[in-house]
């Protein structure tokens, strides 16, 4: 049984092929001196072991089977996450969610989340949650209906406001030519930015500031923060990102993309139900 849904593993699997070129990948090394060693695994059966990794989160020697060794799964997961496979992915995802549905960028909200790090690493640092244990923190960006514009990952002890110049800049990237923002633009931001660097930063990118007040009580349920929220709870989903025991920046930098992918177009399949039809669309909103 895959991790996920087939409908939502199909249209990621194709992207993700079209990234990382597979087709045009021999069966056998044309350098090797006698041309009888093994076959390499193919891209598909590798994709689903990580995708397995990714929502489980268990270690690569937990989901590699007879077909796709732990080694294997590690070495090709680090050739993707350094070729910026995932990103790719991802914005390919935005780009047919904006063709389809439409993203909402008047209203974007960007808001941390702290999750476990017991491992370390590139972007892990002393959680100010966890008894100061290792910590990452990911600063993300969405739209007005919570889908993921970008993700930003940083040590746990990191504070919201310095992530949020490289949020930005980092969704401005995603986007890409797909759209640019439109003339009136308002970052809602909750009280942990409330200070006038975030307010100059804000001007100086020529966004309006919703931020909230330091010692004012603000529902989160009366404005417009809780899209983004949400989108952290549809990604703590993910078993990887709970409880990520990767090291590297790169490979913590592709599951987040990666997750990001997966949303944004669960996000597409949920939304177009009710607009489109088309063979074999999904019955049940439930799209894990």
């Known amino acids: 049984m895959p991790a996920v849904p087939s409908s939502l593993l199909e249209p990621i699997w194709v ?23 093994r076959r390499r695994i193919p891209d598909r059966v590798v994709f689903e072991h990580l995708l397995d990794a990714l929502v489980h989160g268990s270690g690569y020697e937990r989901v590699a089977t007879e077909a796709c060794s732990d080694r294997t799964i590690r070495r090709r997961l680090v050739q993707w996450a350094q070729a910026g496979v995932a990103q790719r992915v991802h914005a390919l995802a935005l780009a047919a969610y904006d063709q389809i549905i439409g993203l909402e960028l008047t209203d974007v909200a960007v808001d941390g989340c702290i999750t476990v790090a017991p491992c370390g690493g590139d972007v892990a640092g002393p959680s100010p949650v966890n008894r100061r244990k290792g910590g ?6 969405g739209d007005r209906h919570g889908i993921p514009l970008a993700v930003v990952a940083a040590g746990a002890n990191r ?15 995603q986007l890409g030519r797909l759209q640019c923002y439109p003339e009136r633009v308002t970052a809602h931001l909750d ?25 004012v009580p603000a529902p989160v349920q009366a404005t417009q923060r809780w899209p983004i929220e ?59």
């Open 159 to 173: 504070h919201d406001s310095p992530l949020l110049r490289a949020t930005f800049e980092q969704a401005a990237a």
């Open 15 to 37: 992207e993700f092929a079209a990234a990382i070129g597979t087709d045009q990948r021999p069966e056998f090394d044309p350098s090797h001196p006698l041309g009888c060693h």
């Open 230 to 288: 949400r989108t952290h709870s549809w990604m703590n989903d993910y078993g990887k990102l709970r409880r990520c025991t990767d090291r590297s920046a790169a490979i913590v930098e592709f599951y987040l993309y990666l997750t990001a992918a997966l949303i944004t177009v669960r996000q597409l399949i949920q939304r177009a139900r009710t607009r489109y039809r088309w063979p074999h669309r999904p019955t049940t909103r439930r799209l894990k």
């Open 191 to 215: 009280a942990g930015y409330d200070s006038t660097v975030t307010r100059d930063l804000l001007h100086e990118l020529g966004l309006q500031a919703a931020i909230a007040r330091k010692g």
């Open 136 to 141: 990452l923190k990911r600063s993300v960006a």
